[in-house]
């Protein structure tokens, strides 16, 4: 119950912990007299992919870029722009893990900024956070910041 706690703190302060500017996918530029100038957009595609074992009944979103991926002994992170809204997102995601045979353990809502979901099945959990993105400019994607923690039950003691 204490890692439990422990990764949903994680997952949910991670991405408010990033660095304004092309940590949120995008590049912010200034004139020759120092006057910013408006941002642009980096590419949502990224060379990161998803590793060939990746569980296949682990729901992701259908449109996504990953942002990370951190592998650990019996953990797997995974971070990712998704497009779409926190609602839609994490509503589609708790069908998803139910139709694949996970059982909900925890669902938390903020609004529509932010919410988070945990999932066992087979002695593995998943916990999905979604966080709406804010952008630097408002013209920018917004889309959602997904963060997917997956331990096998087994190996982490």
Request: with cysteine; hydrophobic share 45%.
């Amino acid at each position: 119950m204490v890692r439990l706690c422990l990764a949903v703190l994680l997952l949910v302060l991670l991405p408010g912990c990033r660095q304004p500017g092309d940590a949120m996918g995008t590049t912010i530029r200034f004139d020759a007299r120092g006057d910013r100038v408006a941002a642009t957009p980096l590419p949502r595609a990224t060379s990161l992919t998803l590793p060939a074992d990746f569980p296949r009944d682990v729901h992701l979103p259908a449109r996504y870029a990953i942002d990370t991926l951190t592998e650990m002994p019996g953990t797997r992170v995974v971070s990712l722009f998704a497009d779409g809204d926190v609602v839609s997102l994490s509503q589609e995601t708790r069908r998803a893990m139910a139709r694949q045979g996970w059982q909900p353990r925890l669902a938390t809502h903020h609004g529509g900024d932010s919410a988070v979901l945990a999932f066992e099945k087979a002695g593995r959990s998943a916990l999905f956070a979604f966080d709406r993105n804010r952008p630097v400019q408002p013209s920018d994607d917004a889309g959602v910041i997904v963060s997917l923690q997956l331990q096998d039950g087994l190996a982490v003691r």
